[in-house]
Structure formats: C-alpha cells, structure tokens
C-alpha cells in the first residue's frame, strides 16, 4: 500500500535548526510563528475563528532515519519511541496544539510554536 500526502501550506517559526529548540508547545509559551495556507485551501479556514486553539499535524522535512528505542532530552534511560517525542520516526509526522492568535487571510498567527521553520503543514484540526 503507497500513502501520500501533500502540504497544505507551510509553518514559520523562528526555528531554524532543532537545538534549542522547545520539545512540545509547554515549553514554547508565547513563543509565535506563522502557518501559511496555500491559497487553494483557504476556503477551509472558514468558520475557524472560534477556535482557541488548533492541532497542527505536519511532517518532520528534517527527520532521516530512526531508532525504535531513544533516550529522550531530559532523560536517561533509553525509552520506546511510541513513548516519546522524538522527531525521527518510521512514519515522520508531527503533531502540536497551539495558540491561534488571529486568521490574516491564508495566514495564521500562532503562538506556543515548538516546529521548526519551514516544516510542511498536513492538516489542521
């Protein structure tokens, strides 16, 4: 079976390279980015600016390879990777809840941002 998915648009943060990087939207607070739609998809936003909050699924575009047992941050002892965070995956999607701060047309203003720049957006629910 072949799944493939397509971008729905792009998120930016302020995040270019994964050390220091915040490890969830916790440890992100009021840290803000933006998620750019793509223009084909923004008739979707409709109806979104009841929403406090929105959960961002995207791809990991820097995750190469993985390990089914990690050593999270912060941590010490190894860890199954179904248990963590941990960007490198078999399938290497993302998930986070942040703020939604405003819709500027096919832009989002979001804060709590814990996703590096440039990550392509899957989905917003």
Same mark, same amino acid.
């Given at each position: 079976?072949?799944?493939?998915?397509?971008?729905?648009? #792009?998120?930016?943060? @302020?995040? &270019?390279? %994964? &050390?220091?990087? %915040?490890?969830?939207?916790?440890?992100?607070?009021?840290?803000?980015? &933006?998620?750019?739609?793509?223009?084909?998809?923004?008739?979707? *936003?409709?109806?979104?600016?009841?929403?406090?909050?929105?959960?961002?699924?995207?791809?990991?575009?820097?995750?190469?390879?993985?390990?089914?047992?990690?050593?999270?941050?912060?941590? @010490?002892?190894?860890?199954? *990777?179904?248990? #963590?965070?941990?960007? =490198?995956? %078999? =399938?290497?999607?993302?998930?986070?809840?942040?703020?939604? *701060?405003?819709?500027?047309?096919? #832009?989002?203003?979001?804060? =709590?941002?814990?996703?590096?720049?440039? @990550?392509?957006? *899957?989905?917003?629910?």
């Amino acid at each position: 079976m072949k799944i493939e998915y397509q971008p729905i648009g #792009t998120i930016h943060s @302020t995040f &270019t390279e %994964p &050390t220091g990087m %915040p490890i969830q939207p916790a440890g992100a607070l009021g840290i803000q980015g &933006t998620v750019e739609i793509f223009p084909e998809y923004r008739a979707g *936003l409709q109806d979104l600016d009841g929403f406090s909050h929105i959960i961002l699924l995207y791809h990991f575009h820097r995750s190469h390879g993985f390990d089914l047992r990690v050593i999270p941050f912060m941590d @010490t002892e190894p860890r199954g *990777l179904f248990a #963590t965070r941990a960007p =490198n995956r %078999p =399938n290497a999607l993302g998930l986070s809840v942040v703020k939604l *701060l405003d819709i500027q047309g096919c #832009t989002l203003p979001i804060a =709590n941002v814990d996703i590096l720049d440039g @990550t392509p957006l *899957l989905d917003i629910k």
